[in-house]
């Protein structure tokens, strides 16, 4: 969750799932870079749409985005492998049905590697790899040919 707050007088404090940060950017003024502090820009998404929350005169703000760019990817990763995930239900197991003569199995369809590092660089443009996953895999698929 990522938690934020407003207000002097009276407070604002909402809390948005860290996984519906849809993206980070900064916004310094002059004389918020003379301070060291800056604006933190965080676009949520909603079930209505998206929302701009601005996080103000916040201290090292490089960093700040980097840190809730950074987990945001990993709660969108760890969301994806949970729903990519299959569930053990600890039932117990029915009974076996009847055996079946499994089909010979068949040659896998031939790998396209240009397609794969087009998508792998899709995947990279994205957000979705790091530049460093993208680097090894693509080496990966390099060697192959």
């Not at 938690?3 to 993206?23: C, H, K, M, W």
């Not at 590697?113 to 530049?131: K, M, S, V």
């Amino acid at each position: 969750m990522l938690y934020f707050e407003r207000g002097v007088l009276s407070t604002n404090a909402q809390q948005v799932p860290i996984v519906n940060v849809a993206d980070v950017d900064l916004r310094q003024s002059i004389t918020q870079k003379a301070r060291g502090v800056g604006n933190v820009m965080v676009k949520v998404q909603r079930p209505n749409g998206f929302e701009l929350v601005v996080l103000e005169d916040i201290p090292e703000p490089r960093k700040a985005v980097a840190i809730i760019n950074e987990t945001a990817h990993a709660a969108r990763l760890a969301q994806q492998d949970r729903m990519n995930t299959r569930h053990y239900s600890g039932l117990p197991a029915m009974a076996p049905s009847p055996q079946v003569t499994p089909a010979a199995p068949s040659a896998p369809a031939p790998v396209d590697p240009i397609a794969q590092l087009r998508q792998l660089g899709e995947l990279r443009d994205a957000g979705i790899l790091t530049e460093e996953e993208f680097t090894a895999k693509k080496a990966e698929i390099l060697s192959r040919l």
